[in-house]
């Protein structure tokens, strides 16, 4: 692991080319379209997440390069007492600098920012054929509880 640890922050809009691009190299340039150049969509997402104070995304940056991103969501709920939970999702981290500890670091960045908000939990979804990341997860805690499903529209 590199001891050299990259700065976290909000990401801004002028970031959304680089967050597309880590969303292209993490399937290997065989993305479609809308994963490799930022379209009027995706500023339009960012801008209404970037709205939202309970919704934001994040990137991971070294000398001024973006090498990773997530997005990190708190979802207020009527279960457990109207328990507070953050969800993160859409965590890359560039194929060039994985096994460097930049994920890991984004991960414990956004399980703090979880507990000073009072958080029950921190969740998230993987992609059941992504075995690597899933053992990764585990190795920060995170245990395997349920069963995800999705219904495309």
Do not use: W
């Amino acid at each position: 692991m590199c001891s050299m640890s990259a700065v976290i922050r909000l990401a801004r809009r002028d970031d959304v080319p680089a967050i597309v691009g880590l969303f292209a190299d993490d399937h290997g340039g065989r993305s479609s379209p809308e994963h490799v150049t930022p379209g009027p969509g995706q500023l339009a997402a960012f801008d209404a997440i970037a709205a939202q104070p309970d919704n934001s995304v994040y990137v991971a940056e070294r000398h001024g390069a973006v090498l990773g991103t997530f997005q990190l969501t708190f979802i207020r709920q009527l279960s457990y007492g109207g328990c507070l939970v953050a969800q993160i999702e859409s965590v890359h981290v560039h194929s060039s600098q994985r096994g460097q500890g930049i994920g890991e670091q984004m991960m414990r960045f956004a399980i703090e920012l979880a507990r000073q908000r009072g958080a029950l939990r921190v969740q998230l979804t993987s992609n059941a054929r992504r075995t690597r990341a899933h053992a990764f997860y585990e190795r920060l805690g995170f245990e395997p509880s349920h069963l995800g499903m999705k219904l495309y529209l």
